[in-house]
């Protein structure tokens, strides 16, 4: 039984990670949040220690290693920001660490988190867990079978409705989230860099706080994307649920069906990083240069590459 740490406990994406903890057999020693609406814990890890200041926590971590207690995997859910900080202070500790999406938001952190895994002797593990995704496994496969040079027009539209609390919150700052097609987007870039190859172009025709559209060239395709926040984006078919969202890739004249399953990775994630399989920090890399120049690059004008619904934001 491995000892975790979860940094982040009262965010969105924090029960699949204690579900994951729970799942695989281990246990939950301490959580950290600057947020106390954490009752969820209970469902899991009901005796687990909590704590609302990182100092505090911190001074936990330490005191309990001293103990011969030390932590195995510290997992981090924080704000995307908070990402590297959080990462170098398990590192230091030679505690593993499990990371969210995405690992960082600049390129050159992951530079500096390597030199940390070589001086400290831990290792991060990220969660991508598209990757896992059969129908995104089914994909790679068929991509590979293809004839040699044959390239793919592929659609990817992503549009997961949100209130007015999220402009509001970290998420609505580039700074602290990457912006829309960082937070919302960048498993769906690694997702395509993973099953398409090598990226050779990459332009943007669209981006505001809510809203991304542009076009990448991979190795094997092209691709036109389109991603928002925005409820007035939505088509009439999207799927009620929690919230409003609307999920669709095509390949050619083929919609890929992956709804299905897409909550449930994160266990088989952890599997396979207790396992000594995991996501290293390398293979975030294409992903996150990729939504890193999204944020900073000029827009230029869409033409012949545009995806359809970019007609809605540019009226």
């Not at 290293?280 to 012949?304: H, K, S």
Request: aromatic share 10%.
């Amino acid at each position: 039984m491995k000892k975790f740490a979860l940094i982040g406990a009262a965010g969105y994406i924090a029960p699949r990670h204690l579900r994951a903890i729970k799942e695989t057999g281990n246990d939950l020693v301490v959580a950290m949040d600057i947020n106390d609406s954490v009752g969820i814990m209970d469902s899991h890890f009901p005796n687990a220690e909590f704590f609302t200041e990182f100092e505090d926590f911190s001074a936990f971590v330490e005191d309990q290693a001293l103990k011969g207690n030390k932590l195995d995997y510290i997992a981090i859910c924080s704000p995307n920001y908070l990402h590297a900080p959080h990462m170098k202070y398990a590192l230091k500790n030679g505690i593993d660490v499990i990371c969210e999406k995405p690992l960082v938001l600049e390129s050159s952190d992951m530079d500096v988190i390597i030199k940390y895994e070589e001086k400290y002797g831990a290792k991060v593990n990220s969660i991508l867990q598209l990757r896992l995704h059969p129908s995104i496994i089914a994909l790679k496969e068929k991509v590979a079978a293809a004839p040699v040079g044959h390239v793919f027009d592929v659609e990817l539209t992503y549009m997961t409705s949100r209130g007015k609390w999220y402009m509001k919150s970290w998420k609505g700052f580039d700074h602290k989230s990457g912006g829309v097609a960082t937070n919302i987007g960048v498993h769906f870039y690694d997702m395509l860099h993973f099953v398409f190859g090598k990226l050779k172009h990459n332009e943007v025709h669209y981006r505001d706080e809510k809203a991304a559209s542009g076009f990448l060239q991979y190795e094997r395709a092209r691709v036109r994307w389109f991603l928002s926040i925005d409820a007035n984006h939505l088509p009439d078919n999207a799927i009620q649920g929690e919230k409003l969202t609307y999920r669709s890739i095509t390949i050619g004249n083929e919609e890929l069906e992956f709804s299905d399953g897409f909550t449930d990775l994160h266990t088989q994630s952890y599997q396979n990083i207790l396992a000594g399989n995991g996501f290293g920090v390398d293979e975030n890399r294409v992903a996150i240069e990729t939504v890193e120049q999204i944020r900073i690059m000029p827009l230029v004008d869409a033409g012949d590459k545009a995806h359809p619904l970019l007609s809605k934001v540019l009226r």
